[in-house]
């Protein structure tokens, strides 16, 4: 599976952005499709994801603020990042853990990072 991840840029703190990830290739289902992201000097860590079953967990820094949807039709994951802090800059990568037929076991695909900066 490949996922192209689109969206990052530069905004001031308050402002808005919304990050997308297309999925593509080979694939029976896709289960779990989540953000992590990786600030300067920080480990990666998860943001948000979401389910097949539309259940959604949030990082606890981003809860009220950011808001994870899909669009099952079109293998796409969005990511509607509001009030924006300087905390919030990083690069942010698209997962997806995804089954090639329903018995085989689930793996796990990365998107290229896109980047997210935040002024003060």
């Known amino acids: 599976v490949q996922l192209q991840a689109s969206g990052g840029g530069l905004v001031q703190a308050g402002g808005s952005l919304r990050l997308s990830c297309a999925a593509s290739g080979s694939f029976a289902t896709i289960n779990t499709m989540g953000w992590y992201r990786q600030g300067p000097g920080k480990q990666r860590e998860l943001v948000a994801s979401i389910t097949s079953g539309d259940s959604t967990n949030y990082a606890d820094p981003v809860k009220g603020r950011f808001t994870i949807s899909r669009d099952y039709a079109k293998n796409t994951v969005y990511l509607q990042m509001n009030s924006l802090k300087p905390e919030d800059t990083g690069a942010y990568y698209c997962?997806?853990?995804?089954?090639?037929?329903?018995?085989?076991?689930?793996?796990?695909?990365w998107g290229q990072g896109t980047q997210v900066t935040v002024s003060s």
């Open positions: 997962h997806v853990e995804y089954q090639t037929t329903a018995y085989t076991p689930a793996r796990d695909s």
